[in-house]
Structure formats: structure tokens, C-alpha cells
């Protein structure tokens, strides 16, 4: 098994520039979660999905910040405009109906707003 | 990028002798327990998990126990090596739903 994947893994961009990370969680998994993680907030849970519908997204900062999820093996966490404020590592998270609390994550992308 | 933030705690061990990280959770109602290990440039590793009806399980050179009457949570690892060196997680669920409340962190040194 792949794991969590996400892309990019580095992303450089100037403020006011949109940003698209991207996840593909584990084959079979059925709940999706977005975190940011800074020095200042540690893990920081954005949204997260159950069987692509979008279940809680209490802790997404504002409008700026979008997810989706058009399907079972694909998310995309959009910010527009970013801000250097969202320099951050975000990850995403898997976990599957069996074993519902225990998260996988993916390695991250580490991203910088200059 | 980012402003200065705080520093986490940190455990500093010899190699070879055992370590013992704790965790402290505020919700009485979580259910189900893990430590995840974060090694610098990745994403946290799921290493083991506990629920409330147990208050001691262990894996490879692994040990967690729960002491739900002070709401503690403590991950010992055995004959610590250098590979453990990482960032340490507690998270709980409350199992009303999937989500994981996880905690600040310790930093886990291993001296060589």
C-alpha cells in the first residue's frame, strides 16, 4: 500500500497567489481529515470528510480557505488568496470504517507564502 | 514564513536506557487513545493505541498506560535508540465522532 499521498510535497508562492494541495488517502478509506501544523498552534485540524461529504469544517480559518472532495480517492484543500500567515506544513489524514478513530497521515506539504 | 513559536518540551535520554513520555488530557469523555512519533520532514506514525477499558497495552518496545482516575497517558519505549529520536503525540477521541483532539508535543532526544 501507497499510503497517503499528497502534492506537492514544497510549495513556494507569492501573497495573494492561490494555492491547491492535493491528497490521495489509502484505497478503502472513508474519512479524510486536513491539518495545518505550525511551531506556534501545533496540529491543527482544518475539515474532515466521511464518505466525501464534508462533515465538520469549524476549523478552517476563514473564507479564504476551501476543500473538497469530488471522490472516494481524491481532496484538494485550496487557499485564495494566501497570506504569509498560512505558511504552514499541512497533511492530510486517512482512517477507514474499521478502524474509524485510528488516523494515517500522508507526509505533508510544506508550504511557504512570501 | 513563520514567527517564533514556543519550544516543546523536551526528553533527553541516554541510548539504551528507557524512556518515558507523558501526557496529560483534559476530556474525561475520550474513549480511545494513541501516540503518534513525528520524525523531523514527515508526517506523524501512528505507534500504538489504548481505549478507557484498559489501562495497559504494549507493543514492540512499546508500552502505553492509561490512568483515567488523574487523566494520564504515558507511552514508555524500551532500550531507546537513536531512530526513536522524533516528536511524541498523544491524541484522544471521545468516539462521538472520528475526530482526534492531539496534544503540544515532547520532543524525544536520544543521546548516543
Known amino acids: 500500500d501507497a499510503g497517503v499521498i499528497q502534492s506537492p510535497r514544497h510549495e513556494v508562492t507569492e501573497m495573494g497567489q492561490e494555492v491547491t494541495l492535493r491528497c490521495k488517502p489509502i484505497s478503502g478509506h472513508n474519512s479524510l481529515f486536513w491539518y495545518r501544523q505550525t511551531m506556534m498552534r501545533g496540529l491543527e485540524l482544518l475539515i474532515y470528510?466521511?464518505?466525501?461529504?464534508?462533515?465538520?469544517d469549524s476549523g478552517m480559518p476563514e473564507d479564504r480557505f476551501s476543500a473538497k472532495m469530488p471522490n472516494a480517492s481524491f481532496s484538494t484543500l485550496k487557499i485564495q488568496p494566501s497570506e504569509p500567515r498560512d505558511s504552514a506544513v499541512y497533511f492530510c489524514?486517512?482512517?477507514?470504517?474499521?478502524?474509524?478513530?485510528?488516523?494515517?497521515f500522508g507526509p505533508g506539504t510544506r508550504l511557504l507564502v512570501l | 514564513g513563520e514567527s517564533v513559536g514556543l519550544h516543546l518540551p523536551t526528553l533527553s535520554v541516554q541510548e539504551g536506557d528507557n524512556s518515558i513520555i507523558n501526557c496529560a488530557y483534559s476530556n474525561s469523555a475520550s474513549d480511545y487513545f494513541i501516540w503518534y512519533k513525528q520524525e523531523s520532514g514527515k508526517g506523524p506514525q501512528f505507534i500504538i493505541d489504548?481505549?478507557?477499558?484498559?489501562d495497559k497495552r504494549q507493543g514492540q518496545r512499546v508500552t502505553v498506560l492509561l490512568n483515567k482516575t488523574v487523566k494520564h497517558l504515558s507511552l514508555q519505549i524500551a532500550a531507546t535508540q537513536p531512530g526513536d529520536s522524533a516528536v511524541y503525540f498523544c491524541?484522544?477521541?471521545?468516539?462521538?465522532?472520528?475526530?482526534?483532539?492531539f496534544g503540544k508535543g515532547i520532543t524525544l532526544s536520544v543521546r548516543p
Open positions: 470528510f466521511n464518505n466525501n461529504v464534508p462533515i465538520d
Open positions: 489504548i481505549r478507557s477499558n484498559m
Open positions: 489524514a486517512t482512517n477507514s470504517r474499521g478502524r474509524r478513530e485510528t488516523q494515517y
Open positions: 491524541a484522544e477521541n471521545t468516539g462521538a465522532n472520528s475526530k482526534l483532539t
